[in-house]
């Protein structure tokens, strides 16, 4: 019993970073414009709250500024891909590799550093009930606020006027455009929030999930990210069950580890999050070529008044 | 009140200059725009520069940029094929991986082979590794309109851990002390050096390919199917193109082309198989293909130059104390200003006040 609790409780941790940046990348793909950068602003977010912490001690500002460097790099693909109207694939992998690149370029003297783990935070009364509480309610101010976010999120897109607008600009540009709706705004602003909840979901890992600066510390998680929106059917609340699901396998690989199961091949559990990610996108892209659920009909297009 | 607006407007035609000017131009700036960052970490940006020119002008630097331009080049070739038609191979890294170890299979089952059946055979099971690795993300695509940008990237992982596995597992050279890395391979499994200089004859084998796949896509009834797919998958169905099969056709040459890469890097470089064969080779041939608008004869040149920034990154690191990463943020600087240039070549763009 110990056993699961303390999975579950790994799992949550294991699936905020996932869940920041999965509900960031629904906005900036319900907008229209799809940032396979994720990977990079994560990379920048987890640096920049790393050294923050380090020589300051301020975990607010930590944050603060981890999710400033999110926005600035998630500024050149907007730039980029809306005002320049590039294709956006390749500026998402530049950004990407931009983003690896200088967080190990400018994070060379914090290799092997550690910062102080963020205490954890049990709310009063909830964390003393049996199971959920230390799954759910003694965990670090972070998860609760990321649980927060993707609740409020949701609603903001579905249920307010302007969810609807950043839809509708995400669908069909031109339409929203003769409405009166500025795409260009929209689309900025919704890209923008994709750069800083990723930057949010770095800092989660460097703060949190492993106070302790390795190069490349990201792993993937960012595409992870980029595929759970995909999982998630573009919806901030399926976003919730999807990380989880995925936090899970990959605390799964880690208690397995922990309990000595695959040490004469740990590289097979290693692999475990990455070939869920291809099932579950075999899964999905099953069932969505019937219909294609949720995802923005003008996804990955650049808006050109008058030429569409 | 007045501010400042882009005007873009569109362009009939791309003349040739523009298409040239604009990479060229673009791979200056990225490379100029490192500049604030060598300040950042305490680097004179000059001294910084002097020593990546410095690779270009010697003999040894050279040798090296070739050598290193080698799994770049098969790599971006193999790229052109599937970015024509819009399928985005990400992949190329774990093709490459994959290549690697098919090669290093062949090593293990005919060791006593001569040399030309033994390299033969390592090229052949290179090509087929990667290109069946390939068809993976592709089969995914063309029946199940499964993202391929995810597919190949995580397959990258899976195909990097799998070679680990054997490396630090079952294919250990007993005698290396505990090193991931299989033993040395005999002289009959090494691609031999082109005579009269030290660099592989994998350079040959990458000149031909990339000769054979320019011709493909020029020439071939394929090669301009490939690219009414990439214009319009629509169009491309309602003049009857088979998507399926043209997917499949493109990820295996695409994959096969990596895993020739990967055979020249254990056969020619390396001699073994060892963790960490490629310090993201795949990766770098993206921008590369993407540099040389995918043209193949292009990739050649920018494939060395590549191979050049490689070697520079190493001499930055050991001169200079920089991080390994340095030359990822070169290449993605170059990327970006690639990226955002070509609107140039469809657009006349003005900046105006109003």
């Given at each position: 019993?110990?056993?699961?609790?303390?999975?579950?409780?790994?799992t949550?941790?294991?699936?905020?970073?996932?869940?920041?940046?999965?509900?960031?990348?629904?906005?900036?793909?319900?907008?229209?414009?799809?940032?396979?950068?994720?990977?990079?602003?994560?990379?920048?977010?987890?640096?920049?709250?790393?050294?923050?912490?380090?020589?300051?001690?301020?975990?607010?500002?930590?944050?603060?500024?981890?999710?400033?460097?999110?926005?600035?790099?998630?500024?050149?693909?907007?730039?980029?891909?809306?005002?320049?109207?590039?294709?956006?694939?390749?500026?998402g992998?530049?950004?990407?590799?931009?983003?690896?690149?200088?967080?190990?370029?400018?994070?060379?003297?914090?290799?092997?550093?550690?910062?102080?783990?963020?205490?954890?935070?049990?709310?009063p009364?909830?964390?003393e009930i049996?199971?959920?509480?230390?799954?759910?309610?003694?965990?670090?101010?972070?998860?609760y606020?990321?649980i927060?976010?993707a609740?409020?999120?949701?609603?903001?897109l579905?249920?307010?006027?302007l969810?609807?607008?950043t839809?509708?600009?995400?669908?069909?540009?031109?339409?929203?455009?003769?409405?009166?709706?500025?795409v260009?705004?929209?689309?900025y602003?919704?890209?923008?929030?994709?750069?800083?909840?990723?930057?949010?979901?770095?800092a989660?890992?460097?703060?949190l999930?492993?106070?302790?600066?390795?190069?490349g510390?990201?792993?993937?998680?960012?595409?992870?990210?980029?595929?759970?929106?995909?999982?998630?059917?573009?919806?901030?609340?399926?976003?919730?069950?999807?990380?989880?699901l995925?936090?899970?396998?990959?605390?799964?690989?880690?208690?397995?580890q922990?309990?000595?199961?695959?040490?004469?091949?740990p590289?097979?559990?290693?692999?475990?999050?990455?070939?869920?990610?291809?099932?579950?996108?075999?899964?999905?892209?099953?069932?969505?070529?019937?219909?294609?659920?949720?995802?923005?009909?003008?996804?990955?297009?650049?808006?050109?008044?008058?030429?569409? | 009140?007045?501010?400042?607006?882009?005007?873009?407007e569109?362009?009939?035609t791309t003349?040739?200059?523009?298409?040239?000017?604009?990479?060229?131009?673009?791979?200056?700036?990225?490379?100029?725009?490192?500049?604030?960052l060598?300040?950042?970490?305490?680097?004179?940006?000059?001294l910084?520069?002097?020593?990546?020119?410095?690779?270009f002008?010697n003999?040894?630097?050279?040798?090296?940029?070739?050598?290193?331009?080698?799994?770049?080049?098969?790599?971006?070739?193999?790229?052109?094929?599937?970015?024509?038609?819009?399928?985005?191979?990400?992949?190329?890294?774990?093709?490459?991986f994959?290549g690697?170890f098919?090669?290093?299979?062949?090593?293990?089952?005919?060791p006593?082979s001569?040399?030309?059946?033994?390299?033969?055979?390592?090229?052949i099971?290179?090509f087929?590794?990667?290109?069946?690795?390939?068809?993976?993300?592709?089969?995914?695509?063309?029946?199940?309109?499964?993202?391929?940008?995810?597919?190949?990237?995580?397959?990258?992982?899976?195909?990097?851990?799998?070679?680990?596995?054997?490396?630090?597992?079952?294919?250990?050279d007993?005698k290396g002390?505990?090193?991931p890395?299989?033993?040395?391979?005999?002289?009959?499994?090494?691609?031999?050096?082109?005579?009269?200089?030290?660099i592989h004859?994998?350079?040959?084998?990458?000149?031909?390919?990339?000769?054979?796949?320019?011709?493909?896509?020029?020439?071939?009834?394929?090669?301009?199917?490939?690219?009414?797919?990439?214009?319009?998958?629509?169009?491309?169905?309602?003049?009857?193109?088979?998507?399926?099969?043209?997917?499949?056709?493109?990820?295996?040459?695409?994959?096969g082309?990596?895993?020739?890469?990967?055979?020249?890097?254990v056969?020619?470089?390396?001699?073994r198989?060892?963790h960490?064969?490629?310090?993201?080779?795949?990766?770098?041939?993206i921008?590369?293909?993407?540099?040389?608008?995918?043209?193949?004869?292009?990739?050649?040149?920018?494939?060395?130059?590549?191979?050049g920034?490689?070697?520079?990154?190493?001499?930055?690191?050991?001169?200079?104390?920089?991080?390994?990463?340095?030359?990822?943020?070169?290449?993605?600087?170059?990327?970006?200003?690639?990226?955002?240039?070509?609107?140039?070549?469809?657009?006349?763009?003005?900046?105006?006040?109003?």
């Amino acid at each position: 019993m110990a056993f699961f609790v303390s999975l579950l409780a790994h799992t949550v941790q294991a699936g905020t970073p996932l869940l920041l940046g999965t509900v960031g990348e629904i906005y900036a793909e319900r907008s229209g414009v799809l940032n396979l950068g994720v990977e990079g602003m994560m990379a920048m977010g987890a640096l920049t709250a790393f050294t923050t912490s380090f020589y300051t001690g301020n975990i607010g500002l930590a944050l603060a500024l981890a999710m400033v460097a999110g926005a600035l790099v998630s500024l050149v693909h907007a730039f980029l891909s809306i005002t320049m109207r590039a294709n956006q694939i390749v500026s998402g992998l530049a950004i990407t590799i931009l983003g690896l690149g200088l967080s190990g370029f400018l994070g060379k003297p914090m290799i092997g550093m550690t910062v102080p783990h963020l205490a954890s935070f049990p709310i009063p009364i909830l964390a003393e009930i049996p199971i959920v509480g230390p799954i759910f309610f003694s965990q670090d101010v972070l998860v609760y606020a990321s649980i927060l976010l993707a609740l409020v999120l949701w609603f903001v897109l579905f249920k307010t006027r302007l969810g609807l607008n950043t839809r509708s600009v995400g669908e069909n540009p031109a339409m929203a455009d003769s409405l009166g709706l500025n795409v260009y705004l929209i689309r900025y602003v919704c890209v923008l929030l994709g750069g800083v909840m990723a930057g949010l979901a770095g800092a989660y890992l460097s703060l949190l999930y492993t106070p302790l600066w390795i190069e490349g510390m990201t792993a993937g998680k960012g595409w992870i990210v980029i595929a759970l929106t995909i999982f998630a059917t573009w919806n901030p609340l399926r976003a919730l069950l999807g990380a989880y699901l995925f936090g899970g396998v990959i605390a799964l690989q880690f208690r397995l580890q922990a309990i000595g199961i695959g040490t004469q091949a740990p590289q097979f559990l290693l692999m475990l999050p990455y070939l869920t990610t291809i099932v579950a996108l075999v899964l999905i892209s099953v069932e969505a070529v019937r219909r294609r659920m949720g995802m923005p009909a003008a996804l990955g297009l650049p808006y050109v008044r008058g030429e569409s | 009140m007045k501010s400042p607006r882009l005007i873009f407007e569109k362009r009939l035609t791309t003349s040739r200059t523009i298409t040239i000017a604009v990479p060229v131009i673009s791979l200056v700036l990225g490379f100029l725009s490192a500049a604030p960052l060598f300040l950042a970490v305490g680097v004179n940006p000059i001294l910084a520069y002097r020593q990546v020119l410095g690779v270009f002008l010697n003999v040894d630097g050279l040798t090296e940029s070739f050598t290193r331009g080698i799994p770049l080049l098969l790599a971006s070739v193999g790229l052109c094929l599937p970015f024509k038609m819009n399928f985005w191979n990400i992949g190329a890294e774990g093709q490459l991986f994959m290549g690697a170890f098919g090669a290093t299979a062949i090593v293990f089952l005919l060791p006593d082979s001569p040399a030309f059946v033994l390299l033969g055979s390592m090229m052949i099971a290179g090509f087929i590794f990667g290109g069946l690795f390939g068809l993976i993300p592709g089969y995914l695509k063309a029946r199940l309109e499964t993202n391929e940008v995810l597919t190949t990237l995580m397959l990258n992982f899976a195909a990097i851990l799998w070679v680990d596995y054997l490396v630090y597992g079952p294919w250990r050279d007993p005698k290396g002390f505990g090193f991931p890395l299989t033993p040395m391979f005999p002289p009959n499994a090494r691609l031999p050096w082109i005579p009269g200089t030290r660099i592989h004859t994998g350079l040959i084998v990458g000149l031909v390919c990339a000769g054979l796949v320019y011709v493909f896509l020029a020439r071939t009834k394929w090669g301009y199917e490939l690219k009414v797919t990439g214009e319009s998958r629509l169009a491309a169905k309602y003049a009857g193109i088979d998507y399926v099969k043209l997917t499949l056709l493109a990820m295996f040459i695409s994959g096969g082309l990596a895993g020739l890469a990967g055979m020249g890097l254990v056969s020619g470089i390396v001699l073994r198989l060892r963790h960490g064969i490629s310090p993201g080779y795949g990766f770098s041939a993206i921008i590369i293909a993407w540099l040389a608008r995918l043209n193949p004869l292009a990739a050649v040149p920018v494939s060395i130059l590549f191979g050049g920034l490689l070697v520079a990154g190493d001499a930055l690191q050991i001169g200079l104390g920089l991080a390994f990463a340095t030359t990822s943020v070169f290449q993605a600087l170059i990327l970006l200003f690639v990226v955002g240039a070509e609107v140039l070549t469809r657009y006349k763009v003005a900046l105006t006040w109003e």
